[in-house]
């Protein structure tokens, strides 16, 4: 059974990069049809979708964060990654990976991590 | 503020009946998107529950139902169980954005 595990860095300073890995296990990330996700949710709120990944490398990004998101995939380690910099408090927030598909979005989720943005 | 407007909370006893209203616009639902809708129960990650605005995943009760008309979308849970108190959102896509979006999210509260 397919499982996504985030890992990477808990606490982060204002102006600095974040950065976060999401590896899959109980199956391939080059499976064909597949995107695979990064989603957001500060606390107390909302989720919202951060870009996604297939694993030819095309990316798509949520327009308000495109500045400064970068989603990368390593096929080799079956694993895809966030990078999103210059951050602020805004930035903390409970970040999932996702995988998703035509017509059935975002199956399978990892647990999330929490990242916070302070000095 | 979310693309797609949720009621923040709704309530029932249990066995009864509920609803949820996602609400978009002509870029997102009314542009025939498909709405998808998600359960979170606290402190964990969100469960797709419905796909494709009325199917659901193997495994889910058909207690939940959902449905799409012009604009918005809905949730149904039939015969409210103390276990369906969790926050729902619903998902969809929006060409003006060209990205996914969710809706701002609903608790639910069994009394």
């Known amino acids: 059974q397919l499982q996504l595990q985030e890992s990477g860095s808990g606490l982060v300073k204002p102006s600095q990069t974040l950065s976060l890995t999401c590896a899959v296990s109980?199956?391939?990330?080059?499976?064909?049809?597949?995107?695979w996700s990064w989603i957001r949710q500060p606390p107390g709120k909302g989720l919202e979708w951060i870009g996604n990944?297939?694993?030819?490398?095309?990316?798509n990004y949520n327009s308000s964060l495109k500045s400064r998101v970068t989603i990368s995939v390593d096929k080799s380690k079956n694993q895809f990654s966030l990078k999103l910099s210059s951050v602020t408090a805004a930035d903390t927030a409970v970040y999932y990976c996702?995988?998703?598909?035509?017509?059935?979005?975002?199956?399978?989720w990892g647990q999330g991590t929490m990242v916070t943005v302070s000095s | 503020q979310s693309v797609l407007a949720q009621p923040p909370s709704v309530s029932g006893a249990p066995g009864q009946r509920v609803t949820i209203s996602c609400t978009g616009s002509?870029?997102?639902?009314?542009?025939?998107?498909?709405v998808h809708w998600y359960q979170q129960l606290p402190g964990t990650a969100p469960k797709l529950l419905i796909f494709?605005?009325?199917n659901r995943p193997s495994g889910v009760p058909d207690r939940f139902s959902g449905s799409k008309s012009g604009t918005s979308a809905s949730l149904a849970i039939t015969g409210l169980q103390a276990e369906d108190e969790a926050d729902y959102y619903c998902?969809?896509?929006?060409?003006?954005?060209?990205?996914?979006?969710f809706g701002s999210g609903t608790q639910v509260t069994v009394l």
């Open positions: 990944i297939y694993h030819s490398g095309t990316t």
């Open positions: 998902q969809s896509y929006d060409s003006s954005l060209t990205g996914f979006v």
């Open positions: 002509s870029s997102n639902i009314g542009a025939d998107y498909d």
């Open positions: 494709g605005n009325t």
């Open positions: 996702a995988r998703d598909s035509p017509g059935i979005p975002f199956d399978i």
């Open positions: 109980g199956g391939s990330l080059s499976s064909g049809g597949y995107s």
